[in-house]
């Protein structure tokens, strides 16, 4: 318990990702991605194959964007995420070299 409670304590800064896991680290309960100091991203997966995916801002009413993404969903994003990241990384070479 105190563990989870110095995880609350420290807050988040914009841009950060935060992983809460169980059973020794085996196991991801949710992903937490802030966006800006009210928007927050959450992922959590689910047992049936699933991932529920949120968007919340305490200002504004934002129930309306949260989904349910499946499993191929789920893998053609991260697969598109990790290209983009390449991406990135190969932007980031070729500025250097010029």
Same mark, same amino acid.
Do not use: H, W
């Given at each position: 318990?105190?563990?989870?409670? !110095? #995880? ?8 950060? /990702?935060?992983?809460?896991?169980? &059973? *020794? =680290?085996?196991?991801?309960? !949710? #992903? ?8 927050? /991203?959450?992922?959590?997966?689910? &047992? *049936? =194959?699933?991932?529920?995916?949120? #968007? ?22 991260? #697969? ?19």
């Amino acid at each position: 318990m105190a563990s989870r409670l !110095s #995880i609350e304590e420290e807050r988040l800064k914009v841009g950060q /990702v935060r992983t809460i896991k169980s &059973n *020794n =680290g085996k196991k991801i309960d !949710s #992903i937490t991605l802030l966006l800006s100091n009210n928007v927050k /991203v959450l992922f959590v997966p689910k &047992n *049936n =194959g699933t991932l529920e995916f949120t #968007i919340s801002d305490p200002n504004i009413d934002m129930s309306n964007l949260d989904c349910t993404i499946s499993e191929e969903v789920l893998y053609d994003l991260t #697969i598109q995420i990790k290209n983009a990241y390449n991406q990135v990384v190969l932007n980031e070479r070729e500025e250097k070299e010029t």
